[in-house]
T-cell receptor, first 111, second 116 residues
């Protein structure tokens, strides 16, 4: 069936550098995507979302890019900080309201 | 922002007993709540969708008689794991949709269940 997946399971970056986390989706009809951050032992925290009628959306230190041609989604975190260490999930709304999560990327920050 | 709470945050029980987990939307009304299960180092898997005042819709492979869901009010949904077994040990997370905020789901902090 359709699925949302991630290219890399782990990502390690230097503190202060920019982080880019990628996600591929297979359902070309998907029109709403969300990035979540999950710290150890906690529930997912909403970071940013984007609809299919947009290519880019910016938040505070985060930018989401959507490439519908290749069905690819990315999350960019500027000036990565130790507090950004977490697992990041992309998620897709399928059907009326069903949220489907990708497998997740663990981001670790090197001092 | 919208806040969702879960209780308890963690629970240890003996095999064969039942465990109830509560999910509450604290500052908004949620006509729809969702229950997810997350095993270690894995993603969240949707178990069921709970609509206030009606029966829950379960995902394929999730036993409705084992995972009882009740959504009696706009701010409370409960998940009861009946006759729990060690393989039910997992991190259970709920989310809620704000009636006035479209598709956005707000997640609770999760409940860690350990069945001995």
């Amino acid at each position: 069936g359709e699925s949302v997946g991630l290219h890399l399971p782990t990502l390690s970056v230097q503190e202060g550098d920019n982080s880019i986390i990628n996600c591929a989706y297979s359902n070309s009809a998907s029109d709403y995507f969300i990035w979540y951050k999950q710290e150890s032992g906690k529930g997912p925290q909403f970071i940013i979302d984007i609809r299919s009628n947009m290519d880019k959306r910016q938040g505070q230190r985060v930018t989401v890019l959507l490439n519908k041609t290749v069905k690819h989604l990315s999350l960019q975190i500027a000036a990565t900080q130790p507090g950004d260490s977490a697992v990041y999930f992309c998620a897709e709304i399928q059907g009326a309201q069903k949220l489907v999560f990708g497998q997740g990327t663990r981001l670790t920050i090197n001092p | 922002g919208a806040v969702v709470s879960q209780h308890p945050s963690w629970v240890i029980c003996k095999s064969g007993t039942s465990v109830k987990i509560e999910c509450r939307s604290l500052d908004f009304q949620a006509t729809t709540m969702f229950w997810y299960r997350q095993f270690p180092k894995q993603s969240l898997m949707l178990m069921a969708t709970s609509n206030e005042g009606s029966k829950a819709t379960y995902e394929q492979g999730v036993e409705k008689d084992k995972f009882l869901i009740n959504h009696a009010s706009l701010t409370l949904s409960t998940l009861t794991v009946t006759s729990a077994h060690p393989e039910d040990s997992s991190f259970y997370i709920c989310s809620a949709r704000d009636v006035g905020q479209g598709e956005t789901q707000y997640f609770g902090p999760g409940t860690r269940l350990l069945v001995l």
